[in-house]
């Protein structure tokens, strides 16, 4: 695989950290700005809603530059939006910088997906897209376990400096590694913009809105579910975070290896698993060892999802993809921010802290449904020109009797 990969998975790494550092600290930013937990989990729903926005406008506003040059403004506004974190004296100016920092989410992964695509061969695309998630996914391994165990310690504004030091990095590597490649001849934004009329990518973002949806459900919430319904202590909310970073990194790299095989199946499986996980774990939230093992099993079967959805939308998109490469990663987070809110919801009627899973396994059940109608649909699409070709026999022919 290209150097060029490494650069992408640092960035990448960064902006894992900074996306869900915050799930494990919530608790005390809530205490530091006197708010309550569920209005703490804003910082969650206005970093993805940003996402959402940022991803097209960010992709928009970087048609007229090189991919490399844009993936560098994007990590320099990132840097901004931590430091601004880390910094504020209010909660509002705090959720300011998270949405900052959220603008770059988006775009970056969506250009960089494009990018390392097309660094090697179209039978690897899924597992290039897949590595450079990985920076992504050992974030939650090593970034955001450390990230929460120095918030809690010496305090959440010190992790978001760190976080804006590693955009620095970023930064760095996209600029040494990353190919200044040419833009696609001929492509502009009104074919950007008219691939999105193709049912195939509309129906692979509504997968992605409502599966990884799903996953932020549950996790979301995890500091405060693991410590008041579990009985873990504080200090373990770091170790729980290492685990579901361990099944991210397991998921996602399994997920781009069979996407590239079977990427549909891929789904059904990965979606259906989900789903059941989910809601077992409203039950299994009550029991310490079988709670680590769910974390683990949210965090691989999720993250399955990530590199066959992004590739799909790629493969429909094909010979315009960036935007709507970018548009999907802003549904992932747009189901972030949807299942954020749906938690809180549920937690402040009086559910308890583990209805949110139940929202969960509704999300990911959806996402499964819309799975099986897109495949229906391209086969219903598909039938008509393989008769027309020839490549399928319109009747079975009659038997030959001896």
């Excluded at 009747?395 to 001896?402: I, L, Q």
Aim: proline letters at 4%; a positive charge; aromatic letters at 6%.
């Amino acid at each position: 695989m290209p150097l060029a990969l490494l650069a992408l998975a640092i960035g990448a790494f960064g902006i894992g950290t900074t996306e869900f550092v915050i799930m494990g600290l919530l608790p005390e930013v809530a205490g530091d700005f006197g708010v309550s937990i569920p209005t703490a989990g804003y910082l969650v729903t206005g970093y993805a809603l940003g996402v959402v926005l940022g991803a097209p406008l960010m992709t928009v506003l970087g048609t007229k530059v090189s991919r490399k040059r844009m993936l560098m403004v994007l990590m320099g506004l990132f840097v901004v939006g931590n430091l601004l974190s880390a910094l504020a004296p209010t909660f509002g100016l705090m959720l300011t910088g998270r949405v900052v920092a959220s603008l770059a989410h988006g775009a970056f992964f969506g250009i960089g997906s494009v990018v390392a695509a097309d660094l090697v061969a179209p039978d690897k695309k899924a597992g290039a897209i897949a590595l450079m998630f990985t920076g992504l996914t050992v974030a939650n391994v090593v970034g955001v376990p450390l990230g929460t165990l120095v918030g809690q310690s010496v305090g959440w504004r010190v992790t978001f400096g760190i976080v804006a030091a590693l955009g620095v990095v970023g930064l760095a590597g996209v600029a040494a590694l990353v190919p200044d490649m040419p833009k696609a001849e001929g492509v502009r934004l009104r074919h950007e913009l008219a691939a999105l009329k193709n049912v195939q990518v509309l129906l692979a973002m509504a997968m992605t809105v409502l599966g990884f949806g799903g996953v932020f459900a549950a996790i979301t919430y995890i500091a405060p579910m693991m410590t008041h319904v579990t009985g873990f202590a504080d200090g373990s909310v770091t170790w729980l975070l290492v685990l579901f970073g361990l099944g991210m990194v397991g998921g996602n790299l399994i997920g781009g290896r069979y996407a590239d095989r079977a990427l549909m199946p891929m789904l059904y499986l990965s979606l259906g698993a989900l789903a059941v996980v989910l809601a077992l774990f409203t039950l299994t939230a009550h029991n310490k060892v079988a709670a680590a093992v769910t974390i683990v099993l949210i965090g691989a079967l999720g993250f399955a999802t990530v590199p066959p959805l992004q590739k799909r939308v790629l493969d429909q998109a094909h010979g315009a993809p960036t935007l709507a490469s970018a548009l999907n990663i802003g549904a992932f987070n747009l189901g972030n921010a949807l299942a954020a809110w749906l938690g809180g919801m549920v937690i402040g009627a009086g559910l308890g802290y583990t209805a949110p899973n139940w929202v969960g396994a509704v999300l990911a059940a959806s996402a499964l449904m819309l799975a099986f109608v897109s495949a229906a649909l391209e086969r219903r699409d598909t039938a008509p020109a393989l008769l027309a070709t020839g490549s399928v026999p319109a009747e079975r022919p009659a038997a030959v009797s001896s």
